[in-house]
């Protein structure tokens, strides 16, 4: 299955790097990936803040650099009285392909539902970009058996009532909360058990073929030691790297990396 797929590893940094510190990361990137280009078959996107986005943008497009531009967040209205949002109609214009929506962390501090996520995927798709759908449970969920429900309502939450067309484009990051900047990551089994779990909910939602054609990342506490057996799950298509993607010869490591 993995064969049709593009395996997709993403560096989300969160807020950090201003736009100087951007380039000079973008910049690091480029140098290694010159030395050895990456591998035939991954695809790697890169998510900086909002303020260093347009920076990443003229470097990638300007050196012709192998990294596809992504954004953290968006709001899913078009424009209008909404003081310090950023629409997906702006992030479309700086050649964003890939949104993130729904991470815990905004879920968590800032409070967005999964009605919220849902009309971020619309905005997301309605501008031609592609959402990084992120979904997981807390650790008391998974200790309460409460997870694999969990993971379900979340992915059907935001992508139930799509086509088979537009499902097979998305990509849903399983990252669960324990694992996120804990240093603790899932097991490889649990990683594949959740993320083949997507997959029959993807499959349900919009069949199977657009099930198979769309791409699930594991995110939380990724590291170039745990990457490639990770990667070598049948049902993982890519890693979301928070922390380590801020480091470049770790997130090119990570990129590289095979079982
Ligand atoms: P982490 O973050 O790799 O630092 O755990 C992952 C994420 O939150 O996307």
């Not at 790097?17 to 951007?22: I, S, T």
Request: hydrophobic share 45%.
């Amino acid at each position: 299955m993995r064969d049709a797929r593009t395996v997709l590893v993403s560096g989300n940094w969160k807020m950090n790097e201003n736009h100087f510190e951007a380039l000079k990361l973008v910049q690091e990137l480029a140098a290694l990936v010159r030395v050895a280009p990456i591998p035939e078959g991954r695809e790697v996107s890169v998510h900086p803040p909002f303020t260093s986005i347009r920076t990443v943008q003229t470097a990638v497009e300007t050196d012709h650099l192998p990294f596809l531009l992504g954004a953290q967040n968006c709001h899913h209205e078009e424009r209008g009285a909404f003081t310090g949002e950023v629409s997906a109609e702006m992030l479309a214009k700086l050649n964003v392909a890939y949104v993130i929506a729904g991470h815990s962390e905004r879920r968590a501090h800032l409070g967005e539902s999964d009605v919220d996520v849902r009309r971020k995927v619309d905005a997301i798709l309605a501008h031609g970009m592609r959402p990084i759908l992120c979904v997981g449970e807390t650790l008391e969920e998974r200790v309460a058996g409460a997870a694999v429900e969990k993971v379900r309502t979340q992915v059907s939450g935001a992508l139930s009532g799509r086509s088979g067309e537009v499902v097979g484009g998305v990509v849903v990051a399983y990252e669960p909360i324990w694992a996120i900047g804990t240093g603790e990551t899932a097991s490889v089994q649990d990683a594949q058990d959740m993320c083949a779990t997507i997959r029959s909910e993807l499959s349900r939602l919009a069949g199977a073929g657009a099930a198979a054609a769309a791409r699930i990342q594991y995110g939380g506490s990724v590291t170039p030691d745990s990457a490639g057996a990770l990667l070598a799950a049948p049902d993982v298509d890519g890693l979301l790297v928070g922390g380590a993607s801020l480091d470049a010869e770790k997130f090119v490591a990570i990129v590289r990396s095979t079982a």
